[in-house]
């Protein structure tokens, strides 16, 4: 119990400093190619999430080969046996005494401080993969209170031209009045769910861009990439706050936002 209390905190340390950190750099990239397709800014978000999680996992394993020392930094430095084999290495290590020091430095909270940190973070753990099951089941009941509507001929046409077009196949559309937007889901199926006006009083013109950008979204299967997003998220649940999880244009496809 208490070596797994002593990985939590050096997780939770670690992960407080190295998350701004990326969370910076990939600002500073994205903010580089803003001029470039949303894609490369996605793909820079995307791994700088995958850093803020596996950073200070990473950390974990270099404290646990240092003894099982706490590390507040995940970084090591290679300790100095050269001296005792004649190398040359053993004049650079004189010069630079810094290189002959294990620089993960161990930390020591009171038993009191350990178990509020240890309490506090497992209780926001819990609470955001709560939070994201509960969306889940929200947005699924909400599929299942859509109904099938009858498209008129012109729209038909255009539904299937634009299915067609993104190579789409069993793309269920659905009506319900609770939407008040079209609704992109990819989970057990794909699936659409429109307003009631988008069978009524919509353009054919404004429907065609509406379907095609929803379908864009089916394509690039943007509601299980997002769930997965957030899953990874929770152990860095901070990192949306640092800017690691950054809304890009598959938001309208994240679990729970409708």
């Keep these: 119990m208490i070596e797994t209390s002593q990985l939590l905190i050096t997780f939770l340390i670690n992960s407080m400093w190295q ?6 750099i990939a600002a500073l990239c994205a903010r580089l190619v803003r001029h470039a ?4 800014r996605h793909f820079i978000w ?15 394993r270099s404290s646990t ?3 099982g020392n706490l590390g507040l930094l995940s970084s090591q430095a290679v300790p100095n046996d050269s001296a005792r084999l004649g190398s040359k290495n053993t004049l650079a290590s004189n010069r630079f005494p810094l290189l002959r020091r294990n620089h993960i430095r161990a930390v020591t909270f009171a038993p009191l401080a350990i178990a509020f940190l240890v309490c506090s973070y497992v209780g926001v753990f819990l609470y955001r993969a709560a939070r994201i099951g509960w969306s ?5 009941r909400f599929r299942d209170a859509g109904y099938p509507r009858a498209l008129g001929n012109q729209m038909s046409a255009i539904a299937n031209h634009c299915l067609d077009a993104f190579a789409l196949r069993n793309v269920t559309i659905l009506c319900s009045p609770a939407a008040l937007v079209p609704v992109t889901l990819s989970f057990p199926q794909p699936t659409l769910i429109l307003p009631p006006r988008f069978f009524t009083a919509v353009s054919e ?12 979204h089916i394509k690039r299967h943007d509601f299980l990439l997002n ?5 990874v998220s929770i152990p860095v649940f901070f990192s949306s706050r640092s800017g690691c999880y950054q809304k890009s244009d598959r938001d309208d496809s994240r679990i729970g936002l409708r």
């Design 37 to 40: 397709p949303s894609a490369y």
């Design 46 to 60: 995307v791994a700088a999430l995958g850093l803020c999680l596996g950073l200070p996992l990473a950390s974990l």
């Design 65 to 67: 080969d240092a003894g």
């Design 205 to 216: 013109a404004d429907f065609s861009s509406v379907l095609c950008h929803e379908l864009a």
């Design 19 to 24: 998350t701004p950190l990326v969370a910076a």
């Design 136 to 140: 889940l089941r929200n947005t699924i």
């Design 227 to 231: 769930l997965l997003y957030e899953i």
